[in-house]
């Protein structure tokens, strides 16, 4: 596998950052994931961790190089993850009906082929010869209203239940999974996960901006999105990938600093910070005792190192 992955998230102009994304590789599987933790719930970026932190354990344990199932992978995790935060809610008393809730959007590439899973409004582009060829359709009121003719995509854009979603992971309402068919991935081929502060100026340039190298086009892409958001801008987050062609050489593949050695428990995963503790009426102490004790999990229950 030959890929290059470029990614970011950023405040925007909230008090704490509760997006969560993370990707992670085998020997013959990549995946992505993306999480935006709903800010109308307490601890909405403790939600997002357990989705990042999940998918790197079980991605970990089970591909081992591959996945047996990519659609079958995805779907149960979105399922399991729901419990985990109720789980989570429920150790530390709080109704499931205020839950910790996040969206979410997660990608598997195994085989040359691209399958993608998606719950709320976090969002997925493929993006081919500067056009788009699909994207996921969002779990969303504006989206529910737009699909029944009721507006356009231009009203769309500033009605007053945009950012109301009608799915979610977390909460008492068990959520609605859309899973992908599985798409093959050509050379120059480019995947974007995001979250809505990416997206929601942004829709119709994204195919044309992410055209050029992902290093160069990624600030440039959070540049925009931030200044449009405005000054209660959202928070940002994007997860890129390039497909590349097969290397001709060992050297060439050698060369290639996207592409790491195999590690089961290899993962990147971006953003910590807690959610501020003025808010939640938690202390600072509490919630990052709240993400240690999903580390330490995590940790205690990673699977051994083969050996050859």
């Given at each position: 596998?030959?890929?290059?992955?470029?990614?970011?998230?950023?405040i925007?102009?909230?008090?704490?950052n509760?997006?969560?994304?993370a990707?992670g590789?085998s020997?013959?599987?990549?995946?992505l994931v993306?999480?935006?933790?709903?800010?109308?719930?307490?601890?909405g970026?403790v939600?997002?961790?357990?989705?990042?932190d999940?998918f790197?354990?079980?991605?970990?344990?089970e591909?081992?190089?591959?996945?047996?199932?990519p659609?079958?992978?995805?779907?149960r995790m979105?399922h399991?993850i729901?419990?985990?935060?109720?789980?989570?809610?429920?150790?530390?008393?709080?109704p499931?009906?205020?839950?910790?809730r996040t969206t979410c959007v997660?990608?598997i590439i195994?085989?040359?082929?691209a399958?993608?899973?998606h719950?709320?409004?976090s969002?997925?582009?493929?993006?081919r010869?500067?056009?788009?060829?699909?994207r996921?359709l969002d779990?969303s009121r504006v989206?529910?209203l737009?699909d029944a003719?009721?507006?356009?995509?231009e009203e769309a854009?500033?009605?007053?239940?945009?950012?109301?979603?009608?799915?979610c992971l977390?909460?008492?309402?068990a959520?609605?999974?859309?899973v992908s068919?599985s798409?093959e991935?050509?050379?120059g081929?480019t995947?974007?996960?995001?979250s809505?502060?990416i997206w929601?100026h942004?829709?119709?340039?994204?195919?044309v901006?992410?055209?050029r190298p992902?290093?160069r086009?990624l600030?440039l892409?959070?540049?925009q999105?931030e200044?449009?958001?405005g000054a209660?801008?959202?928070?940002?987050s994007?997860?890129t990938?390039?497909w590349?062609?097969?290397?001709k050489?060992a050297n060439?593949a050698a060369?290639?600093v996207?592409?790491?050695?195999?590690?089961p428990?290899?993962t990147v995963?971006?953003n910590?910070q807690p959610?501020s503790a003025?808010?939640?009426?938690?202390?600072?102490?509490?919630i990052?005792?709240?993400?240690?004790?999903?580390?330490?999990n995590?940790?205690?229950n990673?699977?051994?190192?083969?050996?050859?």
């Open positions: 596998m030959q890929f290059k992955v470029a990614h970011e998230s950023r925007g102009r909230r008090a704490n509760q997006d969560r994304l990707w590789q020997e013959q599987a990549v995946y993306v999480a935006d933790g709903m800010g109308g719930h307490r601890l970026e939600a997002a961790q357990l989705v990042v999940k790197a354990h079980a991605f970990a344990l591909a081992r190089p591959r996945l047996d199932d659609t079958r992978f995805l779907r979105m399991l729901h419990e985990a935060i109720n789980d989570h809610a429920s150790m530390r008393a709080i499931v009906s205020d839950a910790p997660a990608c195994q085989d040359g082929r399958t993608w899973a719950v709320g409004d969002r997925l582009y493929m993006i010869n500067q056009r788009l060829l699909v996921t779990h989206q529910a737009m003719g009721e507006i356009t995509a854009l500033v009605h007053p239940q945009r950012n109301l979603v009608t799915t977390g909460g008492d309402i959520p609605r999974v859309d068919i798409r991935m050509l050379p081929d995947l974007a996960l995001c809505d502060g929601a942004l829709t119709d340039i994204l195919p901006a992410l055209s992902l290093e086009a600030p892409i959070m540049d999105a200044q449009l958001n209660h801008g959202d928070n940002l994007l997860l990938l390039r590349e062609s097969a290397p050489s060439r060369m290639e996207s592409t790491r050695p195999f590690d428990s290899q995963i971006q910590l959610e003025k808010e939640l009426d938690l202390s600072d102490a509490e990052m005792s709240a993400i240690e004790s999903i580390r330490t995590l940790k205690r990673r699977p051994p190192e083969t050996t050859k």
